[in-house]
């Protein structure tokens, strides 16, 4: 465990193991849970299909397409535990695929309603 304060910068580093120089490492989505079993009922998102949900979640320049950096503010779920568990999914693109996920950054997607 990593203990931070309430509102205190938490800074995260991801690095892609490899051999392969032509790898690209894209953060695709990072959900926070007050358990560290159950990520899917009871979660908070801090980026969901490459767009940022968190307003203090920052990205940082990184020295290599194979490392992604970014920040957000530590939190605790309201009447819950007071640790937070993090779940991030990273998706592994060749670098230079522009038609790879890892290209095409934020998805919106809009759902319509049928009649």
């Known amino acids: 465990p990593y203990h931070v ?6 800074f995260l580093e991801a690095y892609l193991h490899s051999s392969d120089p032509d790898l690209v490492l894209f953060l695709d989505t990072c959900v ?3 358990t560290p079993h159950n990520v899917s009922t009871v979660t908070y998102d801090i980026i969901r299909n490459g767009c940022a949900q968190d307003p203090t979640y920052t990205t940082y320049d990184s020295p290599s397409s194979y490392i992604v950096r970014f ?4 939190f605790r779920f309201v009447r819950k535990s007071p ?6 999914e990273f998706v592994v693109c060749r ?3 522009y038609h790879s996920r890892c290209y095409q950054g934020c998805i919106t997607t809009s759902r319509s309603q049928s009649s």
Request: charged share 25%; glycine share 0%.
């Open 83 to 88: 640790s937070v568990y993090l779940k991030c």
């Open 32 to 34: 926070a849970s007050p």
């Open 95 to 97: 670098t230079y695929d």
């Open 71 to 74: 920040k957000f503010n530590a």
């Open 5 to 10: 304060d309430v509102n205190q910068d938490l």
